[in-house]
């Protein structure tokens, strides 16, 4: 059972930006572990910190392939390319949907719980979500970019 608790459009927390992590301790793995578990018990692919209340740059993000559970502290997009369409939702907007612009492909920089930096190359689906968890850690809400929302009913099938 996950302590932490999830957020919900409309609050400040999510629109603020969030601050740099610089201690890796085991405060900030029991944190990343309880985010991970929420995200899975609610369905998600992607969990930000402040989604959890907590105003630091965390993110976590799962889309089932195979990558894994992948662990986010102070990212940072140092390239992209291409561009891609598509549906997209967010944990603290249930049952919202739209259509968003992103990139197809970008390249992260960014340190696991230990504080070690790595790099990830991410394309489609998992750039997405990636720039969407990103995103969080700025207070940018993904529905200042949709394009146009979907009906009920139309994700469907
Ligand atoms: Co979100």
Request: net charge negative.
């Amino acid at each position: 059972m996950s302590k932490l608790k999830l957020v919900y459009h409309p609050n400040d927390v999510l629109e603020t930006e969030c601050e740099p992590v610089t201690q890796f301790d085991n405060k900030l793995a029991k944190l990343l572990n309880g985010m991970y578990d929420l995200m899975l018990d609610a369905d998600g692919v992607g969990l930000a910190a402040p989604q959890v209340g907590v105003l630091k740059q965390i993110a976590v993000v799962d889309v089932g392939d195979r990558n894994g559970k992948i662990e986010l502290i102070n990212p940072v997009i140092i390239e992209k390319r291409g561009e891609q369409i598509g549906p997209e939702g967010c944990l603290s907007f249930p049952d919202l949907f739209g259509e968003v612009a992103r990139a197809d492909y970008v390249k992260v920089r960014a340190q696991n719980r230990r504080g070690k930096p790595f790099f990830i190359e991410a394309k489609g689906f998992l750039a997405r979500a990636i720039q969407h968890e990103i995103d969080h850690l700025h207070g940018v809400l993904f529905t200042e970019k949709v394009l146009r929302y979907y009906e009920e009913g139309e994700l469907e099938g």
